[in-house]
């Protein structure tokens, strides 16, 4: 599904040039929860990022399903982001202006859809993460597992193939945690999402198909 | 996505409050500046409908301390001959004190079948003041002779009187006035900018001196031949003084009143324009700094956005549309408050100028915001999502 091939990223500032990933080759295949490990600053954040297509490799292909995706315009990557891929992130991103119904319909507006299917989608994804009930209040008006949640439900609702989740569990208390944790293992399993997640909790990691350590932009699991 | 749109606004309706006030202030002080500008430009444009150069104004006093009426009458015209035969001195009318090119007015009402216009100038002159003045007639004719032995007094109106109060109608042989005073239309002259290039000409009437008015006369415009020069001024200014006693006599040029005049009008015309372009600066740079702000402020959101399938351009358009649709709720509201005033008549002006006016500051409130939201709208189209999203 995802293959990274001799990934190398450099980070380059006027001063420092920071070698933040060194030839990764990666396989993922369809179906497969992938976790991803490693102290802070290894390069965690930043492979899934290129596995997302929001940050370009300095060397090395990246392959999503049958697409190479070296040359793709700006509009392209975009259009591609929105129909195969989606996010979840540590601080969730939400959009505090926006009521939780509008936050989880904002991949579908662009896309060419309808008000009325954009918000039965919406609300189908809300009733998948159990927030059904709360699709009128504002995002600060959530807990941070409700939160996640309406994340999680942003994150599916245009049905994408794989989901990319940099820490979801990261600012929750491990009750919470497993909460959300327990809603992944079932996208993976009902709806065979392909999903890569990067954490810190090994019991979390144990929970997943494949555990891949990073240290100091290599793999060495 | 408009909807979004509204709905993203209306749910920042605090943030954006300030932004839409500013945008509103600044759509009325244009309104008003564009306002001003629009009306004398319009009268600007306008034929100044008569000739004021080499048109010499004459003050002076005690023109009436000796004489009775028809005396007075008998003095003025060996005056008027002994000037006329000056060689350099084309032609010579007493008028009232409101002269072309002065501030002094005299407004009356003016009567037709019981109805009463108001702000009608009225000006008492002789026969040879539309000669002096090179005025144009459009319909009848100008005083003469004749008009003494007449038993209704006669008059010439504008036509901008004529328009307001006959519209189309002929109106040369027409009897006007209440029943204490009978007046009968002889003339229409063309309008005749007497307060400068810039202001309008306003409805006029134009009658005779009569026995009467002439003791309140202290005016003379006299019409001199192009080369007549101070030394002839001279000799204008003993021949009056020597003929008139103690009197205080002095000579202005028209050219010279007319330049007097239009600054009287430029002035504030320009100090208004130089406060609103400041305001205007004041504003752009507000606008521009809200807007930078908001980019700034919401970097992850336009990270998100890029994430999720937004492109760089969209996400560009999506802030400057933004910024469009609070622009456009501040015009509405102000065009609200503008057209208030052609509907209320606040200030006697026509509706076309404040039709223009409102047009052109609504255009100028686009541009302005268009410009100051595009550059911050680029730099958010250039954020890495990678960046924006890691900031956060
Ligand atoms: N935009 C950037 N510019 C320069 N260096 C960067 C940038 N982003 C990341 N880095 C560097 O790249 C390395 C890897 O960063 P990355 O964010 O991928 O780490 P991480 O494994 O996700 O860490 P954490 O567990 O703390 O999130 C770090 O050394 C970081 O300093
Ligand atoms: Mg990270």
Partial sequence: MIRLQNIEKVYRTDTIETLALNSISLDVDKGEFLSIMGPSGCGKSTLLNIMGLLD?????????????????????????????????????????????LDNVELPLLYRNTTAKERKQLATEALEKVGLSNRIKHFPTQ?????????????????????????????????????????????????????????????????????????FDGAQVQ | MYRHLFKLIWNKRKQNFLLMSEMLVSFLVLFAVFTLLVYYYQNYKKPMGFEYKNVWLV????????????????????????????PEVKDISLSSSNVPLTQSMIQNGFFYKGKETNNVNTYQVDDSYE????????????????????????????????????????????????DKAK????????????????????????????????????????????DAG????????????????????????????????????????????????????????????VLWYNINRRRGEIGLRRAIGATGRSVASQLVIETMILATFSLIIGAFFAVQFPLLNVFDLSTGVYMTALVLSIIFIYLLVLVCAFYPGRQAAAIYPAVALHEE
């Avoid at chain 1, 392209?76 to 926006?98: C, E, P, T, V």
Wanted: hydrophobic fraction near 40%; glycine fraction near 8%; proline fraction near 2%.
């Fill in chain 2, 183 to 226: 007046k009968q239309i002889i003339g229409v002259v063309a309008d005749t900018k007497f307060k400068g290039d810039y202001e309008a000409s306003g409805m006029a009437s134009f009658s005779r001196i009569d026995s009467s008015s002439i003791h309140w006369m202290g005016k003379m415009l006299i019409r001199v031949t192009a």
């Fill in chain 1, 56 to 100: 370009a490799p300095s060397k090395g292909d990246v392959r999503i399903g049958d697409q190479a995706t070296l040359n793709l315009s700006d509009k392209q990557l975009a259009h591609f982001r929105n129909k195969k891929l989606g996010f979840i992130f540590q601080s969730y991103h939400l959009i505090n202006d926006l009521q939780v």
């Fill in chain 1, 142 to 214: 959530l807990s941070g597992g409700q939160r996640q949640r309406v994340a999680i439900a942003r994150a599916i609702v245009g049905r994408p193939e794989i989901i990319l989740a940099d820490e979801p569990t990261g600012n929750l208390d491990s009750a919470m945690g497993s909460e959300i944790m327990e809603i992944l293992i079932q996208l993976n399993k009902v709806d065979k999402t392909t999903i890569v997640m990067v954490t810190h909790d090994e019991n979390m990691a144990n929970k997943t198909h494949r555990l891949v350590r990073l």
């Fill in chain 2, 59 to 86: 003050n002076y006093s005690n023109g009436d301390k000796i004489h009775n009426g028809d005396s007075l009458k008998l003095f003025y015209e060996t005056l008027k001959r002994e000037i006329r035969a000056m």
């Fill in chain 2, 131 to 178: 000669n002096v003045l090179q005025m144009k007639m459009l319909e009848g004719r100008w005083f003469n002779k004749t008009d003494a032995v007449t038993n209704t007094v006669p008059i010439v109106i504008n036509s901008s009187l004529k328009e307001e109060v006959f519209g189309k109608e002929q109106v040369v042989g027409k009897i006007i006035g209440d």
């Fill in chain 2, 230 to 289: 101070p030394a002839f001024e001279g000799r204008l200014y003993k021949k009056i003084a020597g003929y008139i006693e103690n009197s205080n006599v002095e000579i202005e040029h028209l050219i010279n009143k007319r330049k007097s005049i239009n600054y009287f009008a430029l002035v504030p015309m320009i100090v208004l324009s130089i406060v609103s372009c400041f305001l205007i600066i004041n504003v752009a740079l507000g606008l521009f700094g």
